[in-house]
């Protein structure tokens, strides 16, 4: 399975920004999903994640009541809603998978929110 974040860009502080991963073909028994960021010079780090089943989301302190992750199940898409972004939220996010112990990755889009 290879997942396909999208939706980066170049935002305002305070504005708005909603990202996509698609994940073609079977999704089948992949719980959780999640979104990871990695900023220039930091390690990555885990920014949300969602149970498959149940819908149990989990968050950052940094960017809890800001971001909201949800699943488009018909469509095999995972959102990451990021509101009232801030300057610190610039980095790479990549999406997230696991089936089993198999980890799976979508290439990083880049989020760059000016001040």
């Known amino acids: 399975v290879q997942l396909q974040a999208s939706g980066g860009g170049l935002v305002q502080a305070g504005g708005s920004l909603r990202l996509s991963c698609a994940a073609p073909g079977s999704s089948f028994g992949i719980n959780p999903w999640g979104w990871f960021r990695q900023a220039p010079g930091k390690l990555r780090e885990v920014v949300a994640t969602l149970t498959a089943t149940g819908g149990m989301t989990a968050y950052a302190d940094s960017v809890k009541g800001r971001f909201t992750i949800s699943r488009d199940n018909t469509k095999n898409l995972v959102f990451l809603q990021m509101d009232s972004v801030k300057p610190e939220d610039t980095a790479v996010y990549y999406c997230?998978?696991?089936?089993?112990?198999?980890?799976?990755w979508g290439k990083g889009t880049q989020v760059t929110v000016s001040s």
């Open positions: 997230w998978g696991r089936r089993g112990i198999t980890h799976y």
